[in-house]
């Protein structure tokens, strides 16, 4: 008889969240956000969670918040019901005879690992191999759409020690306003702040090029994703003419898509993010790609709350190489959460939890206030 712990059900719960501020982005301006939180329980009475988050419903990637739902309701969790608990690799095995759905994976994926670090009693991240930074750097986007207001923030964000470094987010105004945008934050925060740019595929290729070279004068420091995702050749074009590195994001998914954008020479830096990846341990695969094409990695974030911000977190501490740190904010960016302690963030860095499993706990009460059908006070 077999007497190992093996799963024994699978929720996923959709939860609407405020943000603090409107977030602009390319393609669509953020006032909520959408988290499937899911939670596995297991015949051993340990239960796991994970979670899949996506931008927009549909405007950012292809996989919709109800759309990762259905898909673990309706097709992934029978593949799971019954299978051994302590075997994570075997359990995502089984997942691979359904076509693509990486969110929905990555949920999952995290789940069972949570599930198995509190049973042997250790992090995530002792069981992706071992953390080799207690913290990681975190960034923060500047994204009101106001310049002035993206200053003020950003000023008392280097004075609460919390962010030094600024992302913004382009692309959705005529060429010739996101640059003032840009040199006008670059005025306020001054020489020694660095800053970033996400364009989120909105350019052409000519009018990447016209953008980056005054981009690159007015001293910002990584360019991320100026064209769209399917144009890798303009993609390595404009990495080849410019000195400022031009960061993959939207076109980088897992290590296939690593190991092609490297033999093309189209990025100098990898945005990686667990949910485009298909999991934590496929994040890891990606960035063994990138470091044996001396390709810089960055801690890319879909805007997860602590949950999926938590397990990117451990996966980015095993990460032997994080050239360009991380931008794991996005409980920063949530008026409220669904855990009952948030994550730690400090001198400019976000603390990597050191408990057994992911190191958070869900909320019941706050789960059951935001999760969509507000159908009870727990999970079913
Ligand atoms: C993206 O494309 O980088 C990450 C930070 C942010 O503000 O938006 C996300 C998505
Ligand atoms: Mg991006």
């Known amino acids: 008889m077999n007497t190992n712990p093996c799963i024994a059900s699978i929720d996923a719960v959709l939860v609407d969240l405020p943000t603090i501020r409107a977030h602009k982005l390319a393609m669509t301006t953020m006032s909520r956000q959408t988290l499937v939180i899911v939670r596995v329980l297991f015949s051993d009475g340990i239960s796991g969670i994970g979670e899949a988050t996506t931008i927009g419903g549909l405007a950012y990637g292809e996989q919709s918040p109800e759309g990762i739902k259905l898909t673990i309701d309706t097709y992934l969790t029978p593949l799971l019901l019954g299978t051994e608990a302590s075997n994570v690799q075997a359990a995502m095995r089984r997942l691979s005879s359904a076509q693509g759905n990486s969110f929905a994976k990555s949920a999952l994926e995290t789940a069972l690992l949570d599930a198995q670090g509190q049973r042997l009693g250790l992090p995530v991240h002792a069981l992706l191999g071992g ?8 960034l923060w986007t500047l994204a009101s759409g106001d310049a002035a207001r993206d200053v003020e923030e950003a000023l008392a964000l280097v004075e609460a020690r919390r962010h030094r470094v600024f992302k913004l987010k382009i692309g959705s105004r005529a060429l010739a306003d996101d640059i003032a945008h840009v040199q006008a934050i670059r005025r306020g925060l001054g020489d020694d ?19 980056i070279a005054a981009l690159e004068a007015a001293g910002v420091g990584l360019i991320e994703q ?26 980088i998914h897992d290590a296939v898509d690593a190991f092609d954008l490297a033999a093309d020479c189209a990025a100098d830096v990898y945005a990686l993010k ?17 470091d044996a094409a001396g390709i810089g990695i960055y801690g890319g974030t879909l805007l ?22 991380t931008e794991l904010f996005g409980p920063l960016l949530l008026k409220d959460d669904v855990v009952t302690q948030r994550p730690s963030y400090s001198d400019f860095e976000l603390q ?7 190191g958070v706990q869900l909320d019941a009460d706050k789960l059951a206030f935001y999760r969509r059908d507000r159908r009870s006070t727990s999970f079913p």
């Open 131 to 138: 953390a080799v930074r207690e913290s990681l750097p975190v």
């Open 193 to 211: 702040v660095m800053l970033t740019v996400d364009i989120n595929q909105a350019w052409d290729e000519a009018t990447a090029v016209r953008g």
């Open 304 to 325: 997860e709350g602590s949950v999926g911000s938590m397990a990117a977190a451990h996966v980015f501490a095993a990460c032997p190489q994080l050239a360009w740190g």
């Open 226 to 251: 100026p064209v769209s995702r399917r144009n890798r050749r303009a993609l390595a074009r404009l990495a080849a003419r410019f000195d400022v590195p031009i960061m993959a994001d939207e076109a």
């Open 274 to 290: 667990i949910s485009q990846a298909g999991g934590l341990w496929p994040t890891l695969r990606a960035a063994a790609v990138a």
């Open 352 to 358: 990597v939890p050191q408990t057994p499993g992911l």
